[in-house]
């Protein structure tokens, strides 16, 4: 789902941090997608691209479920709810005018201020700019660095499961959003709001899978696959589970079911906690993709 607790932006990266991963739907043209319009420039690394495609085409189809309302805007991705949690109030992929950069950004700012409820705007290379970032800070919100990384899917992981782990594709139940909720730290409230964001999507756009030791659910993660892409988010592990390589079994098996989907790519946004594990699996730092988050005052 960076920021000032691991419990505040949702899924969309490890165990230390989060973003809800929300499926797209492929169009029968295969690597097409409906309501998704790559912007894959000349002048942006392929690498770059892929990750911010894959996330920012999460926030599109976010902001057209019935958990949230879209704002009207065509220049940026934004929806507001009545919960109050940064994920179900979000901002991102922002392409103001040249030279409007500055006022839009306010304008948008200024009107999730004034709900009072927390928020999240999460930047990309190609979706902030200096007059942006200006802006942003000038309201006390500081960015929070988030490395994006990049990794081929050149072959089969091994996930180098420890005696009594078993890794599992699991759908969309109770127990899943558990695991990742108290992985995350979340509050209690978001809990049912998830399970009902992930629920109507299927295995084909966004695959969870669950680790268990000895039988007890410990880990989980999900795989959110757009085209060639697969983008790794939820990784989540219990406090008293870590450092029993869960993560790594859990990230390793979504890349084994992205690549059998035929996805050739696999990208994820990484906490510095969860960073080395992704380095051993073959990612690397391609780009920054700060999230900015505001909560109100007590």
């Known amino acids: 789902m960076a920021g000032p607790s691991r419990a505040l932006t949702g899924f969309l990266v490890d165990d230390a941090v989060a973003t809800l991963a929300v499926p797209i ?19 942006r690394d392929p690498r770059v691209a892929a990750v911010e495609d894959n996330l920012l085409a999460q926030f599109e189809l976010l902001a057209a479920t019935t ?12 929806y507001t709810s009545d919960v109050a949690f940064p994920l179900f109030n979000a901002i991102s992929g922002a392409r103001f005018a040249p030279g409007a950069e500055a006022r839009r ?10 709900r009072g409820r927390p928020f999240l705007w999460w930047a990309t290379p190609s979706t902030m700019t200096p007059e942006m970032d200006a802006v942003l800070r000038s309201r006390g919100i500081e960015p929070s660095p988030q490395p994006g990384m990049h990794a081929p899917l050149t072959g089969p992981v ?13 759908p969309v139940t109770s127990e899943l959003v558990e695991v990742m909720a108290a992985g995350f730290g979340f509050p209690e409230h978001v ?7 992930l629920t109507p999507f299927g295995p084909d756009t966004l695959v969870h899978v669950i680790a268990r030791l000895d ?20 990784i989540a592990t219990l406090d008293s589970a870590r450092r029993q390589g869960l993560g790594y079994a859990v990230t390793a ?11 050739t790519e696999a990208v994820l946004m990484a906490s510095e906690l969860g960073r080395p594990t992704y380095e051993r699996l073959g990612f690397v730092e391609v780009c920054q993709t700060p999230q900015y988050v505001w909560l109100p005052e007590g």
């Open 25 to 43: 739907a492929r169009s029968a043209a295969g690597g097409a997608l409906n309501g998704y319009r790559p912007n894959v420039g000349r002048d």
């Open 105 to 114: 950004t306010t304008e948008v700012l200024e009107g999730y201020v004034r």
């Open 67 to 78: 958990q949230v309302t879209a704002l009207p805007d065509d220049d940026v991705v934004a």
């Open 191 to 197: 809990v049912e709001p998830i399970r009902l964001m």
């Open 158 to 170: 091994d996930p180098r499961l420890q005696p009594g782990v078993e890794v599992s594709v699991s």
């Open 253 to 263: 098996t979504l890349l084994n079911l992205g690549r059998e989907r035929g996805c």
């Open 215 to 234: 039988g007890v659910p410990l880990s989980a993660g999900s795989a959110f696959l757009t085209g060639r892409t697969a983008g790794i988010y939820n």
